[in-house]
T-cell receptor, first 112, second 113 residues
Framework: QKEVEQNSGPLSVPEGAIASLNCTYS??????FFWYRQYSGKSPELIMF????GDKEDGRFTAQLNKASQYVSLLIRDSQPSDSATYLC????????????FGDGTTLTVKP | DTGVSQDPRHKITKRGQNVTFRCDPI?????LYWYRQTLGQGPEFLTY????????KSRLLSDRFSAERPKGSFSTLEIQRTEQGDSAMYLCASSYSPAGEQFFGPGTRLTVL
């Protein structure tokens, strides 16, 4: 079992819809969580990070964290074709450190 | 451009040859990370520096891999006696915030023939 699990997809949503991406992690020591977007052939680009239980909103993106359930999600509102990419979830052990452990990503396609 | 840079962007080599990649982090970032990514997989951690100190190295990393970060600035990753299984995208990332958000360079794509 991977330390960070994501549904590989593909996830397909129509333009303007809400896309919901989910991630679970196994290490209860994980304290920081990150969502990256990766276009085909490109490197990961940081979208959001979250450390506290609850929701964090940034524009069309909302990250949700539930440490009791070891669950992280990313909601993308008003999805656009340009949002079509692979979304990587990552977990870090604690602040002030160290490596991030990545899931294998969920591929999102937004259809016009 | 003030982002993370990597050189070369592409490298084709023959099995058994040594290769070296360079990463220049964002100038004020004191942490530097190397990852490896293959198709369909997420980035896999290789090693991590804080300033010039190498603080962690993946147990999955064989002795053929070595990394340095002299003077806490740029970093190099060397792979000795390359194998076909080393073919991958090698990603460098840097970070400054205590929270650990990492910013990635464009990567070096290695092909071992």
């Amino acid at each position: 079992q991977k330390e960070v699990e994501q549904n590989s997809g593909p996830l397909s949503v129509p333009e303007g819809a809400i896309a919901s991406l989910n991630c679970t992690y196994s290490d209860r020591g994980s304290q920081s969580f990150f969502w990256y977007r990766q276009y085909s052939g490109k490197s990961p680009e940081l979208i959001m990070f979250i450390y506290s239980n609850g929701d964090k909103e940034d524009g069309r993106f909302t990250a949700q964290l539930n440490k009791a359930s070891q669950y992280v999600s990313l909601l993308i509102r008003d999805s656009q074709p340009s949002d079509s990419a692979t979304y990587l979830c990552a977990a870090g052990p604690y602040t002030n450190a160290g490596k991030s452990t990545f899931g294998d990503g969920t591929t999102l396609t937004v259809k016009p | 451009d003030t982002g993370v840079s990597q050189d070369p962007r592409h490298k084709i080599t023959k099995r058994g040859q040594n290769v070296t990649f360079r990463c220049d982090p964002i100038s004020e970032h004191n942490r530097l990370y190397w990852y490896r990514q293959t198709l369909g997989q997420g980035p896999e951690f290789l090693t991590y520096f804080q300033n010039e100190a190498q603080l962690e190295k993946s147990r999955l990393l064989s002795d053929r891999f070595s990394a340095e970060r002299p003077k806490g600035s740029f970093s190099t990753l060397e792979i000795q006696r390359t194998e076909q299984g080393d073919s991958a995208m090698y990603l460098c990332a840097s970070s400054y915030s205590p929270a650990g958000e990492q910013f990635f360079g464009p990567g070096t794509r290695l092909t071992v023939l």
